[in-house]
């Protein structure tokens, strides 16, 4: 964990409240309250919500650390794991991807102002396929250099890497969320076609993952409905103006029929 332990900083913000209450915390301040946390992480699981004992049951089984943590729940599906040695620590970074019940466990260094609240999760992990992918490529190595040109590569299928499957190639990979995702992935002179795996999670009109239709705040208007809609408009317009004389033609045309109808009564009663 970073530990700022400026000074100048905080006593000169106090100097000027604005109004507001201020408390300002000294550099011994900070490292007295940063020192117990030292060896810490923040995690989340994607993608499914667990209970606390649940959670932290599965994450003895997988880490086995040397000695107890303390999981604690922040908010927003974050917890904090606090370690006693820094050994676990390590462990924990240098063996990561971890996965939970299938789901990837998004694992980064403790912050010392972090708020569950306005954290964003940037990055998400994900399932793709290759589908009918030549065998000759069902290489570690250049499965290594396909996912990590996708995005970051967490771990490959155990049939993927026995080559085992021959009808798709599976792996997991860390994408962000600030950008659409490819179609495909060119493979030396190869085109490969890339199938992204979970239901509502890719958002093809964006191509955005991480949420469906009803949440997407990208706006897309391509100029071809944008104009069909103002030809339409025109159309209905024209339709109109063309509309009104025919009505006032048809108009003239009774006005005339009924004062013949009326002189020819009017000769009859004569007669």
């Known amino acids: 964990?970073?530990?700022?332990?400026?000074?100048e900083e905080d006593e000169k913000a106090s100097?000027?409240?604005?109004?507001?209450?201020?408390?300002?915390?000294?550099?011994?301040?900070?490292?007295?309250?940063?020192?117990?946390?030292?060896?810490?992480?923040?995690?989340?699981?994607?993608?499914?919500?667990?209970?606390?004992?649940?959670?932290?049951?599965?994450?003895?089984?997988?880490?086995?650390?040397?000695?107890?943590?303390?999981?604690?729940?922040?908010?927003?599906q974050y917890y904090i794991v606090k370690f006693n040695k820094e050994e676990n620590l390590e462990n924990i970074l240098q063996k990561e991807p971890w996965f939970v019940f299938g789901h990837f466990l998004s694992v980064q260094c403790s912050e010392p102002n972090f708020v569950p609240a306005t954290a964003k999760q940037i990055f998400t992990a994900i399932w793709i396929r290759l589908p009918h992918l030549p065998t000759k490529f069902y290489d570690e190595e250049i499965l290594k250099k396909v996912g990590n040109t996708v995005?970051?590569?967490?771990?490959?299928?155990?049939?993927?890497?026995?080559?085992?499957?021959?009808?798709y190639a599976r792996l997991c990979v860390e994408l962000s969320l600030d950008k659409p995702v490819k179609s495909n992935?060119?493979?030396?002179?190869?085109?490969?076609?890339?199938?992204?795996?979970?239901?509502?999670?890719?958002?093809?009109?964006?191509?955005?993952?991480?949420?469906?239709?009803?949440?997407?705040?990208?706006?897309?208007?391509?100029?071809?409905?944008?104009?069909?809609?103002?030809?339409?408009?025109?159309?209905?317009?024209?339709?109109?103006?063309?509309?009104f004389p025919k009505k006032r033609k048809n108009g003239r045309q009774l006005s005339s029929t009924k004062k013949r109808r009326t002189l020819m009564l009017l000769t009859e009663s004569h007669i």
């Not at 995005?151 to 499957?165: H, I, M, V």
């Not at 964006?206 to 469906?212: E, V």
Request: with cysteine.
């Open 1 to 7: 964990m970073a530990i700022d332990t400026n000074e």
């Open 15 to 76: 100097e000027d409240p604005e109004g507001e209450f201020k408390v300002p915390v000294s550099g011994k301040d900070k490292l007295r309250i940063y020192y117990p946390w030292r060896f810490s992480i923040i995690i989340k699981l994607l993608g499914k919500k667990i209970l606390h004992q649940v959670l932290k049951c599965k994450l003895i089984d997988l880490w086995k650390p040397t000695k107890a943590f303390s999981l604690i729940n922040v908010g927003e």
């Open 151 to 167: 995005g970051r590569l967490l771990k490959a299928d155990a049939c993927t890497s026995a080559a085992l499957r021959g009808r």
């Open 185 to 243: 992935v060119w493979i030396g002179t190869h085109q490969q076609q890339i199938l992204y795996e979970g239901e509502n999670l890719l958002y093809k009109s964006c191509g955005h993952l991480g949420h469906t239709a009803r949440q997407c705040n990208i706006k897309i208007q391509s100029p071809a409905t944008s104009s069909s809609k103002n030809s339409s408009v025109k159309k209905q317009s024209g339709q109109e103006q063309e509309h």
